[in-house]
């Protein structure tokens, strides 16, 4: 049974970075075909693909979030760590991990964490 | 990379169907047969109901069916239930270096 859980803190300052990690279980991640990503809703708002880590370190990101995006995984840990620089209020959403099956879709989500940012 | 284009709300009565259109470009839904398709109640993490454009993931109900035709993905609903109202997102892999990108929602409501 494949389960994820999104981790980190619920209120962030403007400017400070956000770390986001992604506790998984039922899957590795050195599998072959096998991902990660990181998806977020800001509230009332569509869902946004972020960044997603495969199998073989293959990194990818959204265009419009590269500059401040990393996303890393510690395959002994069965986690996905994602890192977001420089965060404003708009960056408001909740966070959602989810795997991702044979590179084409996500079949298994984490329940969200929701991440406010405010001074 | 854009959002795949989605109507922001569909709506049908108890029993009838109804269909959501998300369209592309030959980058991502014409080009490839790797359309999902998610729904999302209030509070709830997405749940993928669609893959490969047409397929089914165990324990979703047949009453749900995709299609794709030319840079548009279909999802239909028939039979609609009051437990359809949700969200529905699209989603398409795509030859960019993002190889992913989602659709705008869409709201289905059943009256």
């Known amino acids: 049974q494949i389960t994820l859980k999104e981790s980190g803190p619920t209120l962030v300052k403007p400017t400070q970075t956000l770390t986001l990690t992604c506790t998984f279980s039922?899957?590795?991640?050195?599998?072959?075909?096998?991902?990660v990503g990181w998806i977020r809703q800001p509230p009332g708002k569509a869902l946004e693909w972020l960044a997603l880590?495969?199998?073989?370190?293959?990194?990818r990101y959204s265009p419009s979030l590269k500059s401040r995006l990393t996303i890393t995984k510690d395959t002994s840990k069965n986690q996905v760590v994602l890192t977001m620089t420089n965060m404003d209020p708009v960056d408001t959403a909740t966070y959602y991990c989810?795997?991702?099956?044979?590179?084409?879709?996500?079949?298994?989500w984490g329940q969200g964490t929701l991440v406010t940012v405010s001074s | 990379q854009s959002a795949l284009t989605q109507p922001a709300s569909v709506s049908g009565s108890p029993g009838q169907s109804i269909t959501i259109s998300c369209t592309g470009t030959?980058?991502?839904?014409?080009?490839?047969?790797?359309v999902s398709w998610y729904q999302q109640h209030p509070g709830k993490a997405p749940k993928l109901m669609i893959y490969?454009?047409?397929n089914r993931p165990s324990g979703v109900s047949n009453r749900f069916s995709g299609s794709k035709s030319g840079n548009t993905a279909s999802l239909t609903i028939s039979g609609l239930q009051a437990e359809d109202e949700a969200d529905y997102y699209c989603s398409s892999y795509t030859s960019s270096s993002t190889l992913e990108v989602f659709g705008t929602g869409t709201k289905v409501t059943v009256l």
């Open positions: 030959s980058s991502d839904v014409g080009g490839y047969n790797y």
């Open positions: 989810a795997h991702r099956r044979l590179m084409r879709y996500f079949d298994y």
């Open positions: 880590i495969y199998w073989n370190d293959d990194k």
């Open positions: 490969d454009v047409s």
């Open positions: 039922g899957f590795s991640l050195s599998t072959s075909g096998v991902g």
